[in-house]
């Protein structure tokens, strides 16, 4: 079975902080992991993803995602938020043939 | 070009209406996707182009009717909507079908409202 989880219908911080979106997954074989960002009306945005290699992944705007085998884990992170970040977040997972997503997380960055 | 483009980005079309959205991409890609996006919830996938053949159909209602004319171009013909079809549809593309490692790319949707 193919799943992916973000525990975390919204999540906010202050500007400066540091910022982590949680995903979880499972998956049966090798997983195949990304990350997406949705502003308001628009579509979706490639910030990452994860194939193979290093457990640390770096992507677009400054964001990073670290993939963890023993807690299937893939969070997404940023160590400085901007407003700009402000936006839905989407973890994804590829199996069976599919492109399957977590339910999303509201990301506000407070000023 | 790295893009996907769907037109019109707004869509307002009756119950009764026959409409169409439209789809490009010039990178090559062998699969393109539609997507169905509802308020604060994930896409759903809705057809799969493999090779300009229909290789996934995820039991979407026959009012719509996806269309491959080329490699280059997807459409998706609407037909008697209802009110509850109004969403974001997306348009998305790969190198091929399954993905798998090469990931997607989206466009930026159309936002379509059935009155």
């Known amino acids: 079975a193919q799943s992916v989880a973000q525990p975390e219908d919204q999540v906010n911080v202050a500007e400066g902080n540091p910022l982590t979106v949680k995903c979880t997954y499972s998956?049966?074989?090798?997983?195949?992991l990304f990350w997406y960002v949705q502003y308001p009306n628009r579509g979706l945005q490639f910030l990452l993803k994860?194939?193979?290699?290093?457990?640390l992944v770096k992507g677009s705007y400054g964001f990073e995602a670290e993939f963890n085998k023993s807690q299937t884990s893939f969070h997404l992170k940023k160590p400085s938020a901007l407003v700009s970040d402000s936006a839905l977040y989407f973890c994804?997972?590829?199996?069976?043939?599919?492109?399957?997503f977590g339910t999303g997380t509201r990301l506000t960055i407070i000023p | 070009d790295t893009e996907v483009t769907q037109t019109p980005k707004h869509l307002v079309m009756g119950m009764t209406n026959k409409k169409s959205l439209k789809c490009e991409q010039h990178?090559?890609?062998?699969?393109m996707y539609w997507y169905k996006q509802k308020a604060k919830k994930p896409p759903e996938l809705m057809f799969v182009?493999?090779?300009?053949?229909?290789?996934i159909n995820e039991s979407v209602p026959s009012r719509f009717s996806p269309e491959c004319p080329n490699s280059s171009l997807l459409n998706l013909h609407l037909h008697a909507l209802q009110p509850e079809d109004s969403a974001l549809y997306l348009c998305a593309s790969s190198q091929v079908a399954p993905a798998g490692s090469y990931g997607y790319t989206f466009g930026s949707g159309t936002r379509l409202t059935v009155v």
């Open positions: 998956v049966s074989g090798n997983p195949y």
């Open positions: 182009y493999s090779y300009e053949k229909l290789s």
């Open positions: 990178m090559g890609h062998r699969a």
């Open positions: 994804a997972g590829f199996g069976n043939e599919k492109l399957t």
């Open positions: 994860y194939i193979t290699g290093d457990n």
